[in-house]
């Protein structure tokens, strides 16, 4: 995914009336931007602030479901738990490559996020609290990141798109491990079942705020829908999930907690309550109830990884002296014959 | 990095593309998904070295039966064309290279 990103990237500062006009004409015919195509300044930096965030949720993201890895209640729940966290990590390295592509290094991308200066998604700043929070989380917070990602197979910077393609291919295991794991405990026994609505109340209101603030209040909806890279709007998008998620939750015979829902028949639509935006802001703001935690917990790992990270180099170099040529490829037979 | 090794007397650089000093250098990621069909561009990762970058290439881009083989390379040893020279290069309207340039009659049926 960081694709050519080798010679003379296209970083140009100028509004040359010819290159915009030739950005907007792309846009318009529905075609991709890639890496060396010049684009406006602002689309670089929206793009890489949209793309850096998303691969910092992946990461991130791996840490309220590890913290359950070794407390699964079967070795396949264990098998399926990490398979699923595996699959974290590795949406956040196709996404940080993506990203590189728009001219961003990777180390300045991991002290942004441990510095605080790029956000990730505020879902994970929620803890883990029971088993069925495993089973809630699948089925909710992945459910919404789908809904959202779909979308963006569609966004118009290429290298994102073709992230977003692979990464739903692998998501939808994902949210059907969750609602298996709902299933399972709301077929249990009462205390089983108390514990999966339980998940449900806790992790309802936050998958919610998930897709961002209103439409009215989103200062970033327009310009982006305009660049096409988002293709539908926060509040479309939260409608879209209500609507697949309320009868989702009448087949595990659980209760949504809110008492406004209601169907509208005439709008075939799911009417839903009023989101506590305050909560959501205090969470983005840094002041929810893991935030500290998460950052705290990835710093620690990368400071603990760095001498991991110097061995490695040193060894190559010395290896690379030692027989400059042989590092580059695997073995000989392997290459070579495309 | 917090950690700093210093120096080997007479050291060569890690060759790094863009970047900071000290990031493992990129490589592209090649997969074949069976025998028998070309290896395809699946994406990119950082590595440190060719072995270390096949390795995670596998674990990055086949985590599901993906590919039977990886090449990784690296990323500055490729040349790309410059976009602005595309219609030099591709645009070129030769319809007399293709087989719908030539009107035959009826009775010489499917060639």
């Known amino acids: 995914m960081s694709e050519t990103t080798t010679n003379n990237q296209a970083v140009d500062e100028s509004t040359d009336p010819d290159l915009q006009a030739e950005f907007d004409a792309r846009l318009a015919a529905d075609q991709k931007v890639e890496p060396r195509d010049w684009m406006p300044e602002k689309y670089r930096k929206t793009m890489i602030r949209q793309i850096a965030q998303h691969a910092h ?7 309220p479901e590890g913290n359950w890895i070794t407390r699964a209640p079967t070795l396949k729940r264990k098998a399926i738990l990490m398979a699923k966290v595996q699959d974290e ?10 990203a590189e592509t728009l001219g961003v290094s990777r180390d300045e991308l991991m002290d942004m996020l441990h510095t605080g200066r790029q956000k990730y998604s505020s879902i994970f700043n929620y803890p883990t609290l029971s088993w069925a929070d495993m089973g809630a989380v699948g089925w909710l917070v992945d459910g919404a990141a789908i809904t959202n990602q ?119 639509h799911y009417r839903f309550g009023e989101i506590d935006w305050d909560d959501f802001w205090q969470v983005v703001k840094g002041n929810g109830p893991c935030n500290r935690e998460r950052i705290a917990h990835k710093t620690k790992a990368w400071d603990d990884g760095a001498w991991v990270r110097q061995a490695a180099v040193q060894h190559t170099r010395r290896a690379s002296q030692a027989s400059p040529s042989e590092n580059l490829v695997l073995s000989p037979s392997d290459a070579g014959a495309a | 990095m917090s950690y ?51 390795r995670n290439a596998r674990d990055v881009y086949t985590r599901r039966q993906e590919g039977v083989s990886v090449w990784v390379v690296p990323s500055s040893a490729i040349y790309a064309s410059d976009p602005d020279d595309r219609e030099a290069w591709f645009d070129s309207e030769k319809p007399y290279r293709h087989p719908t340039f030539y009107e035959l009659p009826d009775e010489v049926g499917h060639m």
């Not at chain 1, 949720?57 to 840490?63: P, R």
């Not at chain 1, 989702?248 to 907690?257: D, V």
Request: glycine content about 8%; some cysteine.
């Open chain 1, 89 to 98: 990590a590795g949406h956040g390295l196709y996404l940080y490559s993506a």
């Open chain 1, 150 to 268: 779909v979308m963006l197979t569609r966004t118009s910077y290429g290298p994102y798109a073709r992230a977003m393609i692979r990464i739903c291919k692998e998501e939808s295991f994902h949210q059907r491990q969750g609602y298996e794991i709902m299933l399972t405990l709301c077929n249990g026994t009462e205390a089983q079942k108390a514990m999966a609505q339980d998940a449900l109340d806790r992790w309802w209101w936050p998958s919610l705020a998930m897709f961002g603030p209103p439409d009215a209040e989103s200062t970033h909806t327009a310009q982006s829908v305009a660049w096409k890279i988002k293709r539908e709007t926060n509040d479309e998008l939260r409608q879209k999930f209500v609507d697949m998620t309320v009868p989702q939750a009448e087949i595990l015979g659980l209760t949504i907690p809110d008492p406004d829902l209601e169907w509208d028949a005439e709008a075939g």
């Open chain 1, 57 to 63: 949720s992946e990461i991130i993201g791996q840490q």
């Open chain 2, 4 to 54: 700093d090794v210093p120096p080997v007397e007479g050291e060569v650089e890690a060759e790094a593309n863009e970047g900071t000093a000290g990031e493992f250098p990129l490589w592209e990621v090649f997969v074949r998904a069976d025998r028998g069909l070309n290896h395809v561009h699946a994406g990119s990762l950082h590595a440190p070295d060719a072995e270390t970058a096949a």
